[in-house]
């Protein structure tokens, strides 16, 4: 069954302004983390967040982690059209593989 | 230190062929996880391996699909017979464990096998 849900499927913003993913899971988590995948490339880890950890900052990223509601969002402040890219949560629900979400799919307008 | 290395990048096979992807994980690493990626679609779970065992093979199909970690070299995913529907993007990940002891997984670059 499907663990990580992003939302939205697509996003369009204009360079400078901040970008905010969402990611839903269903089970208990060890961890999420948020992957960035480039047209045509391999995946880069961005961020990874505990279970017991609600937030966490890395350079222009910010990962806020409700295990309450069981959802995670992920915010590029200042964004650049570098920045264009598919993004990819992944929980790791102390199992034994991670399971990602079908991505979100930014677009950073110059 | 070398990150995940996946070869070949591109692979073309004819309807009926057989394909092998392989996946050398990162030093040190001793799981190993392969993914699907069809066009415009998210990343799918296909097998997870430790050395020289399948642990969770729950998203390989029943047919034609079959992979291994050998004890020494690489980690093979092995498609037979390959059908259009194969055609894909194939990602290794390598981690040094799960559960409390997880960190990131790292990456390969894909293979990108093209069925024609």
């Known amino acids: 069954s499907q663990q990580g849900e992003e939302d939205p499927q697509a996003l369009s913003i204009q360079e400078g302004e901040n970008a905010t993913m969402n990611c839903s899971y269903k089970?208990?988590?060890?961890?999420l983390q948020w992957y960035r995948q480039n047209s045509g490339r391999g995946l880069v880890h961005l961020i990874l967040i505990r279970s017991n950890e609600g937030d966490k900052h890395r350079g222009t990223l910010r990962d806020t982690l409700d295990t309450s509601k069981k959802s995670s969002s992920l915010l590029i402040t200042a964004s650049r059209a570098a920045d264009t890219a598919s993004y990819f949560c992944a929980t790791d629900d102390y199992g034994q593989n991670f399971v990602f979400g079908p991505g979100t799919r930014l677009s950073v307008l110059p | 230190n070398a990150g995940v290395m996946q070869n070949p990048r591109h692979l073309v096979r004819r309807r009926g062929q057989e394909a092998r992807l392989r996946c050398s994980p990162m030093k040190g690493h001793s799981h190993v996880y392969w993914y699907r990626q069809l066009p415009e679609e998210g990343l799918k779970f296909m097998v997870y391996l430790q050395k020289e065992n399948i642990i969770d093979e729950s998203g390989m199909p029943k047919e034609r699909f079959s992979a291994e970690f050998p004890k020494e070299g690489p980690s093979i995913l092995r498609i037979q017979q390959v059908v259009r529907g194969d055609s894909a993007a194939y990602f290794c990940?390598?981690?040094?464990?799960?559960?409390?002891?997880?960190?990131?997984?790292?990456f390969g670059q894909g293979t990108r096998l093209t069925v024609v």
């Open positions: 990940a390598s981690s040094p464990g799960t559960g409390a002891l997880a960190t990131e997984a790292f």
């Open positions: 089970t208990s988590i060890n961890n």
